[in-house]
């Protein structure tokens, strides 16, 4: 342990450019080899805080033959550590693909978490090479919201929230635009939504990462009317973070279809009149995604009144671009 503490030491002090970082390599690659748990444990957790992308080829092999150790710590933490070899070189681990996908089938739930973290940046590269994991995807879903995995991972009685939202961001990139894909994680989505409705924070969070995935992905109207409804009761809460939180959903949702916002048209009005800075600003930019040619003279006199009274240059820049690019584009007369 005496060896983590100089490796963290290390990481703390050295600029990512010194000399020293480069003459840690050899130290590192032994501790990885060792047969001591503990100086293996010490020399991966160290690795993400001292490795430059000129030292992931030297380490690198190490940390592979660590992927099939057989304490489950030591895999996840080599999955961590070849997560941040492709932050630092994605071209030096781009071969270890297939390695990765296998470590999505993990037994250890910890293991098969840190590499849906991994994929996830994978596939924000390259979807397309990663469409067929969608059923894997789904499975392992399912089987958290059903509460499979060990009580360890639960969050305020919530299974594995943190694993969920990943898993609902890697979704909503392989179902964007795509119909097939999108279609098998509609009962799963609707079932985490339900179980996730249980008015805890850390249950919003999850519905609300459901919101823009139903938001990205090939759309379903019965999942958006869903997504609509979760979005209106925030909207509505008289608690400010569930109130930014909806207006922040409910911009997700009228950007590809507007029709939801008429609704709430009065309610996200009334949050102008919140001291909250931020969250008028939030709804500012709602209000502008939602003009139309019915509500343009009604939402611009409320931009208008707003302006007046503003005094951030920028905010007031901000807000002239939107009324002028809204006038142009849905006034009702040439006088108006």
Known sequence: MHMCHRYLAAALVLSPQHDFRFMLVNQLQRDMASGNQLEVW????????????????????????????????LRKKAIMCVHRCHQLSPESVSHLVPMVRRALCDRDPAVMGATVCLLHDFALVQPQKFKDLVPSFVSILKQITEHRLPREFDYHRMP??????RLLRVLALLGHGDQSASEGMYEILIDVMRRADTGINVGYAVLY????????????????????????????????????LGIT???????DHPKYAAEHQLVVIECLEDPDETLKRKTLNLLYRMINPVNVEFIVAKLLAFLEAASDDHLKKELVSNITTSAERFAPSNAW
């Open 249 to 255: 959903g409910l911009a997700e949702i009228v950007k």
């Open 160 to 165: 594995a929230p943190w694993i969920q939202l």
């Open 209 to 244: 990462e459901c919101v823009r995935t139903i938001t990205h992905i090939y759309p379903n109207p019965t999942l958006l009317d869903a997504a609509a409804a979760a979005i209106a009761r925030f909207v509505k809460s008289e608690n400010h973070n569930l109130k930014y």
């Open 42 to 73: 010490a020399a991966l957790t160290a690795l993400p805080k001292l490795v430059t992308a000129d030292m992931v080829p030297a380490v690198l092999g190490e940390v592979v033959k660590l992927l099939a150790h057989k304490a489950e710590n």
